[in-house]
């Protein structure tokens, strides 16, 4: 058997190039299934570490997808807002132990600027019970305060004291700026594998200042404008937020308090249990998912196909060269096992390889697709799944081999030596 893998890979080598566009094709084919289910199961993972210890999200009335996506992902838009006398009314309730205000709507250089208050970095949890830390600086104090993300101050290389203009919208371009009331950067957040990496924090009493001489969403002439001094000097309690985060005294409420806010009288809310609303999002692109696996397994098909017919193709050209194998004392079932082994090595090498390309890609462009998608990949490690993925694609090499393996089995040593004409 040592030396039939000998002869087989001294074989692969004399006809490199076919058999190197061969495992090419199967290489991509696998490399695409393998990158389907890692990016399902990176996806799962990055999603289910976002957010922690916190029993309802509650917003105006929409989907709990929706809800969910844009307040705590940062995906999309609110379809309407939440008042703040319904906010510090649920707020105040006997079994709400705190709650996290979210007001969402301008941007900075294409990152979210989200308003909230200090009850963010005291109660926010991600990946089960970790709490958000500083690299450096602090959290904000004053008006014109700003916390910065991770990738934030690493993409922009900002620091702390750096002065920054937020932008109204959420569009990476945009016109109107809040020049005249810049902020300052206070504080940068370790890296959290969150939203929060790409967003830009400020206070809820920052984003009232800013849009202090706004009507109705409107940009202020040049004599309406309201200098930040004059807007310190104002009353700057909102009026309306995006969203907020619920954690309660004792969960066994948390239905009640559900049930109470989505019947809630003073205006249309919903809220949400993150949990639950992120099995919903997993059963409505569960469909895809299954359709994508289906589709790269397809295409590993279509890799192995062209592999045999490779082998095949090989079969009228080599057939001198089993003849010659024959009569140095090969038996039939050694050419059988010779074209067996060298479609086994085939797979392996395609296997191996798809599964670099995979993995490595994703470890080098994890961070690429979340600034550009706002979905943050986690890095998973290979398990069972890809495990067998491997193992199934050399074991349907090695089944595939087997056809061509037959008819080269079935080839004469008369055949072989005959001389055509």
């Known amino acids: ?11 692969l080598l004399n006809r490199r190039l076919t058999v190197g566009l061969t495992i090419v094709g199967l290489t991509v084919s696998v490399a695409l299934l393998l990158g389907v289910e890692q990016a399902r199961k990176s996806a799962r993972e990055g999603f289910a570490q976002t957010i922690s210890g916190t029993d309802l999200i509650v917003g105006a009335r929409s989907g709990p997808v929706q809800l969910l996506l844009y307040s705590v992902f ?7 807002q939440v008042s703040w006398e319904s906010y510090r009314e649920i707020a105040n309730s006997d079994i709400v132990a705190w709650t996290v205000p979210i007001a969402l709507g301008d941007s900075h250089r294409g990152f979210r600027v989200m308003g909230t208050s200090d009850a963010l970095f005291e109660h ?3 990946a089960r019970t970790r709490e958000l830390a500083f690299a450096r600086g602090e959290a904000f104090e004053g008006v014109f305060d700003a916390v910065l993300g991770a990738d934030v101050a690493a993409r922009l290389g900002y620091d702390t004291g750096r002065e920054i203009v937020l932008s109204h919208g959420v569009a990476s371009t945009s016109f109107l700026d809040h020049a005249d009331k810049p902020f300052t950067v206070t504080g940068v957040l370790e890296r959290t594998g969150t939203p929060l990496d790409r967003s830009v924090l400020v206070s809820l009493e920052g984003i009232e200042a800013i849009h202090v001489d706004w009507q109705q969403g409107r940009a202020p002439a040049p004599g309406e404008r309201i200098s930040a001094d004059a807007a310190l000097a104002m009353d700057l309690q909102p009026t309306a937020i995006t969203a907020f985060l ?5 969960r066994v ?15 249309p809310l919903t809220a949400i249990l993150p949990g639950v609303a992120l099995s919903q999002l997993w059963s409505v692109i569960g469909t895809v998912e299954r359709v994508l696996l289906a ?24 057939r001198r060269e089993m003849a010659i194998l024959r009569a140095v004392g090969a038996r039939p079932w050694h050419i059988f096992m010779l074209f067996m082994l060298e479609a086994t090595a085939i797979g392996t090498a395609a296997a191996v390889l798809g599964s670099a390309l995979v993995f490595g890609g994703f470890w080098l462009g994890a961070d690429v697709i979340g600034r550009q998608t706002g979905i943050h990949l986690q890095i998973v490690p290979p398990g069972a799944t890809e495990a067998a993925i491997v193992g199934l694609v050399i074991a349907a090499s090695a089944l595939a081999g087997a056809i061509p393996a037959w008819r080269a089995y079935r080839t004469s040593l008369a055949d072989g030596l005959a001389i055509r004409l």
């Not at 948390?254 to 003073?266: E, G, S």
């Open 1 to 11: 058997m040592k030396a039939l893998l000998g002869i087989a890979l001294r074989s």
């Open 74 to 80: 940062h995906i999309g838009n609110a379809t309407n």
């Open 124 to 126: 926010y949890r991600y």
């Open 246 to 250: 619920v954690g309660l005294k004792s």
């Open 253 to 267: 409420a948390t239905f009640r308090l559900q049930r109470a806010i989505n019947d809630y009288p003073d205006e």
């Open 295 to 318: 589709i790269s397994a397809c295409v590993v098909l279509a890799g192995l196909i062209g592999m045999v017919t490779t082998l095949l193709t090989s079969l009228s050209e080599r």
